[in-house]
T-cell receptor, first 114, second 111 residues
Framework: DSGVTQTPKHLITATGQRVTLRCSPRSGDLSVYWYQQSLDQGLQFLIQ???????AKGNILERFSAQQFPDLHSELNLSSLELGDSALYFC?????????????FGQGTRLTVV | GQNIDQPTEMTATEGAIVQINCTYQ??????LFWYQQHAGEAPTFLSY????GLEEKGRFSSFLSRSKGYSYLLLKELQMKDSASYLCAASPQTGANNLFFGTGTRLTVIP
C-alpha cells in the first residue's frame, strides 16, 4: 500500500459526460501529480499541484482541469468525454516539489467511456 | 522532443537473469528511474540513477551511461512474482516536475 488513495477504482460513463476523479496523497506529501496511461502507451504527465498551487502542466487537454484543496487532496475533472479518454488515470504524490525523488502512485482509476 | 525506447515484451525462466534495456533522448537529462507495475496496479519505485555506473539493490540492479543515453535493469534469480511491466522514465532536469515514461517492458517469467 503506497499510502496514496484514489477513488473511484472504476468508472464507466457515456461520451459527452463529465467525471471527477479524486486523490488523497500520502500523509505529509505536498505534491500531487496526475498521469494518464492509455492502452499500450507510457504514462503521460498531465499536471502537478504543490501545496494548493498549480506547479507544472503537461499534455493536459483544455477539457480537463484539476485542483488541490487545503487538505491537500486533489481532484481531476474530465468533461465532454470522448471515447479516446478511456484510460487509467494515476495520481502520485511526493514529499518534495519535484519528481527527482521517489514518488508514490495510487492504484489508479480506470475510466471507460462508452 | 522526448524519446524513451524499451522492448515491448520479454520472457525469461524462473531462476534466470534478465536484462531490460532502455535508451533515451531527452532535451535535458538529470537521471533515470525504473518502476515496476503489475497488471492493473500502481507503479512502484525500483531505482533512480543519476551517476554513471551500476547500482545494486538486492536481486535488482540498474545501470546508467549518460554519454550513451542508455540504461538497463538487471533482475537476478527471477521469481514468478517478477512478472510485471518495467517502466523506464527520464527526469529532464534537476527539480523536474514530471518524468517522461517509456511504454514499459512486459516481462513474463515462466517455470
Amino acid at each position: 500500500d503506497s499510502g496514496v488513495t484514489q477513488t473511484p477504482k472504476h468508472l464507466i460513463t457515456a461520451t459527452g459526460q463529465r467525471v471527477t476523479l479524486r486523490c488523497s496523497p500520502r500523509s505529509g506529501d505536498l505534491s500531487v501529480y496526475w498521469y494518464q496511461q492509455s492502452l499500450d502507451q507510457g504514462l503521460q504527465f498531465l499536471i502537478q499541484y504543490y501545496n494548493g498551487e498549480e506547479r507544472a502542466k503537461g499534455n493536459i487537454l483544455e477539457r480537463f482541469s484539476a485542483q488541490q484543496f487545503p487538505d491537500l487532496h486533489s481532484e481531476l475533472n474530465l468533461s465532454s468525454l470522448e471515447l479516446g479518454d478511456s484510460a487509467l488515470y494515476f495520481c502520485a504524490s511526493s514529499e518534495a516539489g519535484n519528481m527527482n525523488t521517489e514518488a508514490f502512485f495510487g492504484q489508479g482509476t480506470r475510466l471507460t467511456v462508452v | 522532443g522526448q524519446n524513451i525506447d524499451q522492448p515491448t515484451e520479454m520472457t525469461a525462466t524462473e531462476g534466470a537473469i534478465v536484462q531490460i534495456n532502455c535508451t533515451y533522448q531527452t532535451s535535458g537529462f538529470n537521471g533515470l528511474f525504473w518502476y515496476q507495475q503489475h497488471a492493473g496496479e500502481a507503479p512502484t519505485f525500483l531505482s533512480y540513477n543519476v551517476l554513471d555506473g551500476l547500482e545494486e539493490k538486492g536481486r535488482f540492479s540498474s545501470f546508467l551511461s549518460r554519454s550513451k543515453g542508455y540504461s538497463y535493469l538487471l533482475l537476478k534469480e527471477l521469481q514468478m512474482k517478477d512478472s510485471a511491466s518495467y517502466l523506464c522514465a527520464a527526469s529532464p532536469q534537476t527539480g523536474a516536475n514530471n518524468l517522461f515514461f517509456g511504454t514499459g517492458t512486459r516481462l513474463t517469467v515462466i517455470p
